[in-house]
């Protein structure tokens, strides 16, 4: 059986520059989007088209300007769109993960305490939530010596590495993907790779943007052109 996770119906979005005169800078038009449970539909397209966009506007970080993103949420419909904050941070915490391009980085937390943030606030007991971390550490070769610190001062792929283990500790029924294995060296990319793979046959639906084809061709269950979607100016 089929079953839709996620759903964009007839969305755009223009910017609106606010320190700029209010400038306006319009951005998609019409974005028509299903994801499927099991699925990967990758966002495909130059830079600057939208797709990131695309996937802030899914999380509730940006809003959307018109149309639908409706999320399956707990066992009904919700519309992203039109949703309270309150709403949103729970399809957050239940429904939808979110591996941003770059760490948000806080001082003075550990990479463990990083990394077991979404087990623990789910309610896994402390010591099972940091050893499942571990485990996700090692597997994406941070070397055990870091896992105390802080990940401010990694380096760009380290950070990166940081932020999939985050984005990965949970099972989440939709994951969003921005560009994960940016930064990263062919081994821990094939370790990326295998964990979407392991994801999607769990289940969970995947929308993500990949810079590089390899992983788009391995991962991919089918690919969406955002060139499709340009607002007309
Ligand atoms: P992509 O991920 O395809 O490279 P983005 O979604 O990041 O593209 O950006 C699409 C367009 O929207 C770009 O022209 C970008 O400058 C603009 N944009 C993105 N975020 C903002 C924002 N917060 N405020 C104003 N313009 C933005
Ligand atoms: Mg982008």
Same mark, same amino acid.
């Given at each position: 059986m089929e079953m839709q996770m996620l759903r964009f119906a007839r969305v755009s979005k223009t910017f609106v520059l606010h320190t700029q005169g209010a400038a306006q800078l319009p951005v998609l038009d019409g974005v028509d989007l299903s994801l499927l449970k099991g699925e990967c539909v990758v966002l495909d397209g130059? &830079?600057? =088209?939208?797709k990131s966009t695309i996937l802030r506007m899914a999380y509730g970080n940006y809003l959307c300007g018109a149309g639908e993103i409706q999320v399956f949420h707990e066992g009904v419909w919700l519309d992203i769109a039109k949703a309270a904050p309150r709403e949103v941070l729970a399809m957050r915490h239940e429904t939808m993960g979110y591996v941003s391009q770059f760490l948000n980085v806080v001082p003075r937390v550990s990479t463990l305490d990083v990394v077991s943030e979404p087990l623990r606030m789910h309610g896994m007991e402390v010591d099972l939530a940091k050893s499942r971390a571990m485990a996700l550490l090692e597997r994406l070769n941070i070397? $055990?010596? @870091?896992? &105390? @610190? *802080?990940?401010? =001062?990694? *380096?760009g792929g380290e950070q990166q590495r940081v932020n999939i283990a985050r984005g990965f500790i949970r099972d989440y029924p939709i994951l969003l993907l921005d $560009?994960? =294995?940016? &930064?990263?060296?062919g081994a821990n990319r094939m370790t990326v790779i295998a964990l979407i793979r392991e994801a999607m046959a769990r289940g969970t639906a995947v929308l993500g943007i990949f810079h590089d084809a390899v992983t788009r061709d391995q991962v991919a269950t089918r690919i969406l052109d955002v060139d499709q979607f340009q607002q007309a100016t």
């Open positions: 130059p &830079s600057g =088209t939208g070397p $055990e010596k @870091l896992w &105390s @610190l *802080s990940p401010v =001062t990694f *380096s $560009e994960p =294995t940016a &930064s990263l060296d």
